[in-house]
């Protein structure tokens, strides 16, 4: 069973340009989420999908935007980057119960993007 | 608002010996907390987690963590270092669909 998995590994973009990361949850997940963790922080929530909506969202401008396709996959795309976006971003997913408050997050390894 | 506060942003101890790593949280409603283990280059791994059962938590690789309510803190130790305890330890609270972080212990092992 594939774990979750984020693409690409890294990435090194300058000032201005836009970048896509992209996430393929756990199998039987269906909701995903997104955090930015800055070195030596830790993880601060973006947002998070469900049902290929944004269902909650962290401090973040809107530079910072998401997508949820049907399969569950996930995108985050920022524009006009600056350089304090440079962070590992984080994908987790998890399952929609409709039993009980908390459902575990699963993470993937992570996209290190570098703005220079 | 909520929050997660880690004490030591780099605790070492030498291997055999008694880990404790310190986390302390605000919350205004029941919380949820949660260890997490970042080994280099890699995602973040469920250690434990405290959903309002038992107040002492077992978790993986020989971790455990105490709920005590009275002091807002959950404490993660484990009785015995191994060098492959070596890593980031990452202190969450839950909070609505998503997690608020601690920013992070680093464990250091000596041998």
């Known amino acids: 069973d594939a774990g979750v998995t984020q693409s690409p590994t890294h990435l090194i973009k300058t000032r201005g340009q836009q970048v896509t990361l992209r996430c393929s949850p756990k199998?039987?997940?269906?909701?995903v989420s997104w955090y930015q963790q800055a070195l030596g922080q830790g993880p601060q929530f973006i947002f998070q999908?469900?049902?290929?909506?944004?269902?909650q969202r962290g401090n973040f401008p809107d530079r910072f935007s998401g997508h949820q396709f049907p399969n569950y996959s996930s995108e985050l795309n920022v524009n006009a980057l600056l350089l304090g976006d440079s962070a590992l971003y984080l994908c987790?997913?998890?399952?929609?119960?409709?039993?009980?408050?908390?459902?575990?997050?699963?993470f993937g390894p992570g996209t290190r993007l570098t703005v220079l | 608002a909520q929050s997660v506060t880690q004490l030591g942003s780099h605790v070492s101890v030498s291997e055999g010996a008694l880990v404790l790593l310190r986390c302390n949280y605000s919350?205004?409603?029941?919380?949820?907390l949660f260890w997490y283990v970042q080994y280099p280059n890699q995602g973040l791994q469920l250690l434990l987690k405290?959903?309002?059962?038992a107040t002492l938590v077992k978790g993986i690789n020989g971790f455990e963590a105490e709920f005590k309510k009275s002091e807002t803190s959950f404490h993660l130790t484990k009785p015995s270092a191994h060098m492959s305890d070596a890593a980031e330890y990452f202190c969450?609270?839950?909070?609505?669909?998503?997690?608020?972080w601690g920013a992070g212990t680093k464990l250091i092992i000596k041998p």
């Open positions: 999908y469900y049902e290929e909506e944004e269902r």
């Open positions: 987790a997913s998890s399952f929609e119960s409709t039993s009980g408050r908390w459902n575990e997050q699963f």
């Open positions: 969450a609270l839950d909070s609505n669909y998503q997690l608020i």
């Open positions: 199998s039987g997940h269906d909701t």
């Open positions: 405290y959903t309002s059962a």
């Open positions: 919350s205004s409603v029941p919380p949820y």
